[in-house]
């Protein structure tokens, strides 16, 4: 690795006084480079306020591109109804499904980085979470289109919720479609939330180093924060309620997801493995997605210090335990399969190893379940060529999971004179690529307008913002505590308005 | 960067939830309201090709509903009466009337009349006429004083809702067999009692499940 050497203030700490606070400490440190306060925020906030370079704009094209080729396609949907896509008896849930599937998995990791790791005290989600919750948002709202124009008339997309009307009509409250839109709308709204309250910070820190209209814009999101430390408290404290809120959402919506397949009673489908081995699944591809994303924006912005390769280390290991999760219920499957000696579940899943999608099915496994052991390697997870790879064949693997589940099951019907083969229309592939370009589109605003990393957060993880002065009254290291203030660097007293948010930074004591 | 909230700013997180609620309920009362059939097409009478009038037909002459509709006690559809059926009368009687040329027209060279739908169920929601007609829903009860229409327009929502009102309490609606086209029928004192024997015994049970209507 880069330079090993920790802080000074750290190195003070261990090696004069033999003073070993928490557990963590034995880790690297999270942040490497000898970063100052100061240069923390710099680093990050300057990507905000440089002139747009040219790539970026290069970039946003190619996305923008993909986005309208997403409109026009919803367009010609809308214009035809769904018969332009490939759906049809017996499969009727093709490639929207599918692909609705796909990006609520991918939309997983941000509130598990943020929430569940955050209520683990996992302080290294802190360099990441920011842009792993803003990629979770894009992610489910791609989703969310699929659903909403595969119901056909989408301008009556409102009767999916329970709205009282003259119609007297109300959504299947025992469907499990229904669930759906509760279970992922509320996902969204929270995850919108949570995302938002731990930027105020951030954007007060923005708008301390701007002027003009763009302090403006930024002092109204930033509502009016000072950095007090009754704001710290309050901050703190809706975070922390949030992080609780989250943290059930992360497993209960890819459980409903399930459920849309687990509580019907098509062969393959009706298992009750379905909620766990859907949510590892999501946290898988979710991770993947965080991992394509990090490795490219790091080494394009220069965060290596920031986001280090402990902390994608830290990702692989994730993938690699979820993927072999994903992995072991794909065979506690076949397992149930022969045991449970139902005939047309045994069935289901010969066909789909050996029948006509066994190309899909092989993909599907050589992808998620053997691909990721490679990780066992510490070399090979620590590579980044290896795991910018891996992150996008798990993707792909993961989205052949979503297709091989519902393709192979519907297109063996219960009624064998309707068996058929299912093919995807241009339209359908179309709309899987446009769906890229929204996703890509959002996060190259992200990535713009917006603090990729949480500063303030990050600055809590730093040994300096967590010095301990009064933890061991009455050993003699109370003494020492001055002395550790006056070694603060020389730039941290100059600092702007926005360091009195550091003198207070979040501590997770 | 002085702070943009004045200190009044802070009445806003209460004034937005208070907002939050009105505008929900606002919402959904518009929504309750105004996306209702009710509104949306509740007197909808669009001009059709011959000025023919219910109410000199139905109301003066007094013709019965089933003479051109004749159709409507064996199928689901109350037919429109073909070029033919005019001409039963027309071929008698004001065989000169500038109006209807257009009947003698359709009637000359075969070509059928263009007459404009007024009644419409969405294509997801299917309908029998005879099954109404013969379990004793009278035809005013869903398009309304027809022997009063100059020109015929939609006098009932039609809408999901509506049709439920029925089909959960058909005793406030039904009439006898012989009461069917009648318009302006007024029930009997002891309705709701004769309705509901009447349901007993001839097992009148309207469907209220999904698949009754979308199939």
Same mark, same amino acid.
């Given at each position: ?11 003070v ?13 034995n880790?690297?440190p ?16 300057y ?18 591109t ?5 409109? $026009? ?33 991918i939309?997983?990791?941000g ?7 955050f ?18 948002l ?12 595969h119901?056909g008339r989408v301008?009556?997309v ?5 709205i009282?009307?003259?119609m ?10 229904l669930?759906? +839109? ?14 938002y309250?731990g ?22 999101? *930033?509502?009016?924060w000072?950095? *007090? ?10 975070? $922390? ?6 943290t059930?959402l ?31 699944g ?5 991770? *993947? ?10 080494k ?5 210090d ?21 992995g072991f ?10 045991y ?30 053997i ?10 997870r ?7 790879? $891996? ?15 519902t +393709? ?14 299912f ?6 592939? $179309? ?15 992200f ?7 949480a ?34 660097? *020389? ?18 004591d | ?7 009044k ?28 059939p009710?509104f ?31 159709w ?20 008698q ?17 075969g ?20 099954a ?29 809702g ?6 959960r ?13 009648t318009?302006?029928y ?12 009447r ?9 209220t ?7």
């Amino acid at each position: 690795m880069e330079k090993d050497s920790n802080t000074p203030h750290a190195d003070v700490l261990h090696e004069e006084d033999g003073w070993h606070r928490q557990p963590y400490d034995n880790d690297p440190p999270l942040v490497k480079g000898n970063l100052s306060f100061h240069e923390i925020t710099d680093l990050v906030a300057y990507h905000t306020e440089k002139k747009t370079p040219i790539t970026w704009f290069l970039a946003f094209g190619v996305a923008s591109t993909g986005l309208m080729i997403l409109f $026009l396609m919803l367009a010609y949907q809308v214009y035809n109804g769904v018969g332009v896509w490939g759906n049809n008896v017996p499969v009727g849930w093709g490639w929207p499904i599918v692909n609705f599937v796909f990006w609520v998995g991918i939309g997983h990791a941000g509130t598990l980085i943020s929430a569940i790791l955050f209520l683990f005290r996992q302080r290294w989600r802190t360099s990441i979470n920011r842009a792993a919750e803003a990629m979770t948002l894009f992610a489910v709202m791609c989703a969310l289109i699929f659903p909403t124009f595969h119901v056909g008339r989408v301008w009556v997309v409102y009767w999916m919720l329970p709205i009282p009307n003259q119609m007297e009509m109300w959504p299947q409250f025992k469907s499990p479609l229904l669930w759906d +839109v509760f279970a992922v709308s509320s996902y969204f709204i929270v995850s919108l939330l949570f995302w938002y309250v731990g930027l105020i910070p951030d954007l007060a820190t923005l708008r301390d180093r701007a002027k003009g209209l763009r302090a403006k814009v930024l002092a109204f999101f *930033a509502l009016g924060w000072t950095g *007090a430390n009754r704001h710290w408290r309050n901050y703190e404290k809706s975070y $922390l309620i949030l992080a609780g809120l989250a943290t059930p959402l992360v497993l209960s919506v890819h459980s409903v997801v399930s459920f849309d397949f687990a509580i019907s009673i098509i062969p393959g489908w009706h298992t009750t493995i379905f909620p766990p081995y859907f949510v590892a699944g999501a946290i898988f591809s979710g991770f *993947a997605m965080v991992l394509t994303l990090l490795v490219v924006a790091r080494k394009i912005y220069g965060l290596e210090d920031l986001i280090t390769l402990d902390h994608l280390e830290k990702m692989n290991i994730i993938i690699l335990v979820t993927g072999s999760m994903v992995g072991f219920a794909y065979i506690t499957e076949f397992f149930m399969a022969w045991y449970s000696q139902v005939e047309y579940e045994q069935y289901a899943f010969i066909n789909r190893a050996f029948g006509p999608y066994a190309w899909a099915y092989w993909i599907m496994m050589t992808c998620n379940l053997i691909s990721p052991q490679l990780f066992w390697f510490k070399k090979l997870r620590r590579s980044i060529p290896v795991m910018f790879a $891996l992150s996008i064949v798990v993707n792909i693997g993961m989205w052949f999971e979503r297709f091989v589940i519902t +393709v192979t099951s519907l297109h063996r019907d219960f009624l064998p004179s309707s068996w058929d083969y299912f093919s995807p229309t241009w339209v359908d592939v $179309l709309t899987f690529v446009g769906s890229f370009g929204l996703f890509f589109t959002l996060f190259l605003l992200f990535l713009r307008f917006v603090p990729m990393v949480a500063i303030a957060e990050v600055k809590g993880v730093k040994p300096e913002a967590d010095p301990h002065f009064y933890d061991h009254e009455g050993d003699g290291h109370a003494a020492e505590a001055p002395q550790i203030a006056i070694q603060q660097p *020389a730039s941290e007293a100059q600092d702007g308005p926005d360091d009195v948010d550091d003198s207070t930074a979040p501590t997770t004591d | 960067m002085p702070q943009l909230f004045p200190k009044k700013a802070n009445a806003l997180p209460l004034l937005s939830l208070g907002g939050l609620v009105v505008g929900g309920v606002l919402t959904i009362f518009l929504v309750w309201y105004y996306f209702s059939p009710e509104f949306t097409v509740v007197g909808y009478a669009p001009t059709q090709p011959v000025p023919y009038s219910h109410r000199l037909h139905v109301d003066q002459l007094g013709m019965d509903c089933r003479y051109c509709h004749n159709w409507v006690e064996v199928s689901n559809h109350a037919n429109v009466p073909p070029t033919q059926t005019c001409m039963n009368c027309h071929s008698q009687i004001r065989t000169q009337s500038l109006r209807l040329l257009p009947v003698r027209e359709s009637w000359a060279t075969g070509e059928p009349i263009e007459w404009i739908k007024v009644h419409h169920l969405p294509d997801y929601a299917h309908f029998s006429h005879a099954a109404h007609v013969k379990n004793g829903v009278g035809c005013e009860t869903c398009h309304g004083r027809v022997d009063q229409m100059e020109v015929v327009y939609q006098a009932e929502p039609l809408s999901m809702g509506w049709c439920l009102e029925c089909h959960r309490q058909p005793e406030l609606y039904l009439r006898p067999h012989d009461e069917i086209t009648t318009m302006g029928y007024v029930q009997p004192a002891d309705f709701v009692e004769r309705n509901l024997e009447r349901i007993r015994t001839e097992g009148i049970q309207p469907p209220t499940n999904c698949s009754a209507c979308h199939y």
